[in-house]
């Protein structure tokens, strides 16, 4: 069975240009997150969406970030204009059901950004 | 502020032995507890969980240790082998938080041959 997949895998881009990522989760999931891993905190959750709608964004650093999911396979993750610090890991996760409690998430593999 | 904490970033273990991961949470709701496991280059791999209704949870090899009152979990791997080494991340979740996960920043396990 595919797994999460993300695209880009790497993208290497000028400060100020636009970046979208895009994501298609695990197909019959109704949960996507997406995250962003630095060496300093970890894993952050961003955003995350349930049965397309988005749920909770408080983790979206500033309004340079915006997330959609227009349909339940798809999702993009946009940031514009673009700053060096956004450099990071950014993965992309699903998972089944609504309540986290009993299903664990499922990764992609990451695009890794780098803003120069 | 973290609410999951993995306070040692490294850890080496020869082959053969036991490793043993550990993590702390901070809030008392978490519920629902994983460990993920994760290559270079690579997403993370969900590795097992528990619930807090349980203290332990055995897959193989892994087996994951829950003390609610110290807010402390663990995971043992025996016998370690070198394919295990990658960088271990735990993640807990309240059902009051809805889907989300609070993941500790990680360690990395190296297995000696």
């Known amino acids: 069975d595919a797994g999460v997949i993300q695209s880009p895998r790497h993208e290497v881009t000028e400060m100020g240009q636009e970046v979208t990522l895009r994501c298609k989760p695990i197909?019959?999931?109704?949960?996507l997150f997406w995250y962003r891993q630095t060496m300093m905190r970890g894993l952050e959750l961003l955003i995350y969406?349930?049965?397309?709608?988005?749920?909770?964004d408080s983790g979206m650093p500033e309004d340079r970030f915006s997330a959609k999911m227009p349909n339940a396979s798809f999702s993009t993750l946009k940031i514009q204009p673009s700053e060096p610090r956004d450099s990071a890991v950014y993965f992309c996760?699903?998972?089944?059901?609504?309540?986290?409690?009993?299903?664990?998430?499922?990764f992609g593999d990451g695009t890794r950004l780098s803003i120069l | 502020d973290q609410q999951v904490k993995q306070n040692s970033p490294s850890l080496s273990v020869q082959e053969g032995r036991i490793s043993i991961l550990n993590c702390d949470y901070t809030?008392?709701?978490?519920?629902?507890f994983l460990w993920y496991k994760k290559y270079p280059a690579e997403g993370p791999t969900f590795l097992i969980s528990?619930?807090?209704?349980?203290d332990k949870n055995e897959d193989g090899r892994f087996t994951v240790f829950l003390n609610k009152s110290a807010k402390h979990l663990s995971l043992h791997i025996v016998p370690s082998q070198p394919g295990d080494s990658a960088v271990y991340f735990c993640?807990?979740?309240?059902?009051?938080?809805?889907?989300?996960?609070?993941f500790g920043t990680g360690t990395s396990l190296t297995v000696i041959p």
């Open positions: 996760a699903s998972s089944s059901g609504t309540v986290a409690g009993n299903q664990p998430q499922h």
């Open positions: 197909s019959g999931h109704n949960s």
């Open positions: 809030n008392s709701m978490f519920d629902y």
């Open positions: 993640a807990a979740s309240a059902r009051d938080t809805g889907n989300q996960f609070y």
């Open positions: 528990i619930s807090s209704i349980k």
């Open positions: 969406f349930n049965n397309n709608v988005p749920i909770d």
